[in-house]
């Protein structure tokens, strides 16, 4: 009898253009869009502001623009999903990410995701596109999002 495979609880995100697929383990909470406040200085266009999170100021993101896209408007039903930061870097434990709506809860085995093997050189906050389920969707590149949210918050 074969090992039954463990899935990967994992959320898909909307997002304008498509969908993010992100392991759970990843998101520390799913809250109502509320503009972020914006920050002095001179940043990125990707960097909306800081998002009021429990107690917290976190860097907030445009994923789409981040990726050399635009900033869309939020839609009525938008999100902001709070990450998880993976490395140990002195004010930086969290960032948040603009949705444009509510994530699906996916359970996600390894022979469900397919690799798409589409070259996204124009992507560059993109791991690999996948189809997950037959759905369509983008494994975010998380360190890179990271060190360009550490770049431009902290030098």
Same mark, same amino acid.
């Given at each position: 009898?074969?090992?039954?495979?463990?899935?990967? !609880?994992?959320?898909?995100?909307?997002?304008?253009?498509?969908?993010?697929?992100?392991?759970?383990? *990843? @998101?520390?909470?799913?809250?109502?869009?509320?503009?972020?406040?914006?920050?002095?200085?001179?940043? /990125?266009?990707?960097?909306?502001? !800081?998002?009021?999170? =429990?107690?917290?100021?976190?860097?907030?993101?445009?994923?789409?623009?981040?990726?050399?896209?635009?900033?869309?408007?939020?839609?009525?039903?938008? =999100?902001? %999903?709070? *990450?998880?930061?993976?490395?140990?870097?002195?004010?930086? /434990?969290?960032?948040?990410? @603009?949705?444009?709506? %509510? /994530?699906?809860?996916?359970?996600?085995?390894?022979?469900? %995701?397919?690799?798409?093997?589409?070259?996204?050189?124009?992507?560059?906050?993109? =791991?690999?596109? @996948?189809?997950?389920?037959?759905?369509?969707?983008? %494994? /975010?590149?998380?360190?890179?999002?990271?060190?360009?949210?550490?770049?431009?918050?902290?030098?």
């Amino acid at each position: 009898m074969a090992a039954e495979q463990a899935a990967i !609880r994992s959320l898909l995100v909307p997002m304008q253009d498509g969908y993010l697929l992100m392991p759970g383990t *990843l @998101v520390a909470e799913v809250v109502s869009y509320s503009p972020p406040e914006t920050v002095p200085g001179q940043y /990125p266009r990707w960097l909306l502001g !800081r998002f009021n999170w =429990r107690g917290q100021r976190l860097p907030c993101v445009s994923f789409e623009a981040l990726n050399g896209g635009y900033a869309g408007t939020p839609a009525t039903r938008a =999100r902001v %999903i709070v *990450l998880k930061a993976l490395k140990n870097r002195p004010g930086l /434990p969290y960032f948040s990410v @603009v949705a444009q709506g %509510i /994530p699906r809860l996916l359970s996600v085995h390894a022979d469900a %995701i397919e690799d798409l093997n589409e070259p996204m050189d124009d992507a560059p906050a993109v =791991r690999m596109p @996948v189809l997950a389920h037959g759905e369509p969707a983008f %494994i /975010p590149d998380m360190e890179f999002m990271e060190d360009e949210i550490h770049k431009a918050m902290f030098g």
